[in-house]
């Protein structure tokens, strides 16, 4: 069961971005920066979640770039001014991980745990059982527990999600929510 008291900066965070950090659109892709919108807390939530946990990752499926409806370096033209704006506003995100395969089951894909594997070989600190993923779909979650992670579901685009769910630890309404209760349980 997860604690938020249990939390130290031995722990890792790992975030989705769509639905989580930004704006999701609906049935449809975010294709470059213009239309990448982050959500009015996110960037204060960043650097408290900075205060808790030692490393914080991104991990997002981005099939648009499977479906040739952006590149990759339009990927990279969002996620590099992301992590700058949140590093002006005194936040840090070490990497953003993303799969843009099309196939529901790639290893790689969300709810399959590929990309937690890939930033656990980026860092070695990085423990499973000390690891939280925060997501806004129950793939998000799933994800999680596919890895050995405990799970944060945010109601931003899915709040008639049933709670409690055999997926979900804790739910808040925001990632600013969430940031919050980690920084007020660990003071």
Not at 25 to 48: G, H, M, V
Not at 117 to 133: G, H, P, V
Request: with cysteine.
């Amino acid at each position: 069961m997860l604690k938020l008291t249990d939390i130290t900066s031995e722990w890792t965070l790992f975030l989705d971005r769509d639905g989580v950090l930004n704006h999701e659109k609906n049935e449809d892709y975010i294709r470059n920066w213009s239309e990448f919108e982050f959500y009015p807390d996110t960037l204060q939530a960043i650097p408290l979640l900075n205060q808790c946990f030692g490393t914080i990752v991104v991990a997002t499926n981005q099939k648009g770039v499977g479906k040739n409806l952006m590149t990759e370096a339009d990927l990279y033209g969002i996620h590099q001014p992301m992590l700058q704006q949140i590093e002006a506003a005194g936040g840090l995100i070490k990497k953003v991980y993303y799969c843009t395969d099309l196939a529901d089951d790639s290893p790689n894909r969300k709810p399959q745990p590929g990309m937690a594997f890939q930033a656990k070989a980026d860092f070695a600190s990085i423990d499973f059982s000390k690891t939280i993923m925060v997501g806004n779909r129950i793939s998000d979650m799933k994800f999680g527990r596919n890895a050995g992670m405990f799970t944060v579901f945010l109601a931003t685009t899915h709040p008639d999600t049933p709670f409690p769910d055999e997926c979900i630890d804790l739910r808040f309404n925001s990632l600013y929510h969430f940031a919050l209760a980690c920084t007020h349980t660990n003071k």
